[in-house]
């Protein structure tokens, strides 16, 4: 039999995205000395955990499946990631990460499936492997695919905007510049990248998906947040744990 005691101790987790949420988002990235930190990331990171929150990092890693660079690229960084923050005084308790893509190229990464998001597989796992109450976690992002989770249960959304994002993500942030996006040198450098016209429609209809979430954020079991980055979302966090928890005077 399972400790009953233990069963009941829940713990609340925060839901990290990793690539421009913990740091800068350079696009498939997987050298250590192109990984620089947002500012404020360490100290969210740290209040974070001295708050009494699981640190769980949610990340899609599709440049495997593309052929980018591979698995043990991404774990070499994860483990420099990972001792770095412990270096720190920060503890990461587990990063998941999904490798697939359905249009990847290399096989066995090529397909659909539940953990990339806006899919919530990996969000579930984390929960099943460290007992996390989803009523009193949080999950952070810069994209609203890393909140999907908070469509299906009462885990609270920040939507991470402004500082810390780059440029062309920033540009992603209304329908105008969308448009504006679709068009600019940035995206026929992808396409000398060899981007084929299926890649291209699959990742349209990806943003579109994505646009419709901001349209469809009220259908969040709770209201969704906004934080310039994640010092400022940990700052919300701290605060409506304070509201919702009053120091007794
Ligand atoms: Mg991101
Ligand atoms: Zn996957």
Avoid at 69 to 80: A, G, I, K, P, Q
Avoid at 119 to 144: C, N, P, Y
Avoid at 192 to 221: H, I
């Amino acid at each position: 039999m399972e400790n009953d005691g233990e069963k009941t101790k829940m713990r609340k987790a925060v839901f990290l995205d990793r690539d421009g949420t913990i740091n800068v988002d350079r696009g498939y990235l997987y050298r250590i000395e192109d990984f620089t930190y947002i500012d404020g990331a360490a100290e969210a990171l740290r209040m974070l955990a001295g708050l009494g929150y699981l640190l769980v990092v949610v990340t899609n890693q599709s440049g495997i499946a593309r052929g980018y660079y591979t698995e043990e690229d991404f774990h070499r960084l994860n483990r420099w990631m990972l001792r770095d923050l412990a270096d720190k005084g920060i503890p990461v308790a587990k990063t998941y990460f999904c490798p697939h893509h359905p249009m990847g190229k290399v096989e066995g990464y090529r397909m659909e499936c539940g953990c990339r998001k806006p899919g919530t597989g990996m969000f579930w796992q984390a929960q099943r492997e460290w007992g996390i109450d989803m009523e009193r976690s949080f999950a952070v992002g810069d994209r609203l695919r890393d909140l999907s989770v908070c469509r299906e249960c009462g885990v609270q959304g920040i939507l991470l905007g402004g500082e810390g994002l780059s440029r062309r993500e920033e540009k992603l942030r209304t329908e105008k510049a969308f448009q504006e996006e679709w068009m600019s040198p940035e995206r026929k450098v992808f396409q000398e990248e060899g981007m084929s016209l299926e890649e291209e429609k699959l990742q349209e209809g990806e943003r579109n998906r994505e646009r419709e979430m901001f349209r469809e954020a009220e259908g969040f079991v709770r209201p969704l947040w906004t934080a310039g980055n994640l010092l400022g979302a940990a700052w919300k966090i701290r605060d409506s744990v304070r509201v919702s928890h009053p120091v007794q005077g």
